[in-house]
């Protein structure tokens, strides 16, 4: 007998579903974490629950070693009211190496480059099955803090989350 497609393809939605319902902190607000539509803020998504005034978006902010680009776009948006932020590296001599519990906090995960993306794909597939993963196309190419590098942070994770970079509550 071949294979049914549509009955394989129900199994792994109704297993997604079943692993997610597991690991939702609250079943009855169970959210589902899957890219946003191209131009979408993430904020603004109708298959997210609205955050509470008191609930923060965890975003955590990835590039190769953890020490320009990613620790820059914690400071930045460390302090804004909306969130609460993490960096990391992918390279094993990072000052923080991206870890497993970093991407189980995370809701929204922000990569310098297109490698990085894959590099996660690739050593932790199944966690990040549910989570957004966002490209900035930052190249390595910055000092920590580099007011060219802020505002670009600024402007690029400010229109995908759809907010602005004034930090002040």
């Known amino acids: 007998m071949p294979p049914d497609p549509q009955r394989d393809?129900?199994?792994?939605?109704?297993?997604?579903?079943?692993?997610?319902?597991?690991?939702?902190?609250?079943?009855?607000?169970?959210?589902?974490?899957?890219?946003?539509?191209?131009?979408?803020?993430?904020?603004?998504?109708?298959?997210?629950?609205?955050?509470?005034?008191e609930q923060r978006l965890q975003v955590l902010f990835i590039c190769s070693r953890n020490q320009w680009r990613s620790p820059t776009a914690e400071k930045v948006w460390r302090s804004h009211p909306q969130l609460s932020v993490r960096s990391a590296g992918t390279s094993p001599s990072a000052r923080h190496h991206v870890s497993e519990e970093d991407l189980r906090w995370a809701q929204a995960i922000f990569v310098m480059e297109e490698k990085h993306k894959s590099r996660l794909l690739a050593e932790f597939g199944r966690i990040l099955e549910h989570k957004p993963i966002h490209v900035l196309d930052i190249p390595d190419e910055y000092q920590y803090m580099d007011p060219d590098l802020v505002a670009e942070l600024e402007r690029s994770v400010g229109s995908v989350l759809g907010i602005d970079g004034d930090t002040t509550p």
Do not use: I, M
């Open 9 to 53: 393809k129900n199994w792994k939605l109704l297993y997604r579903q079943a692993v997610q319902r597991a690991r939702a902190p609250d079943p009855n607000q169970l959210a589902t974490f899957s890219e946003p539509l191209p131009g979408q803020p993430l904020r603004d998504r109708p298959d997210r629950p609205a955050l509470q005034p």
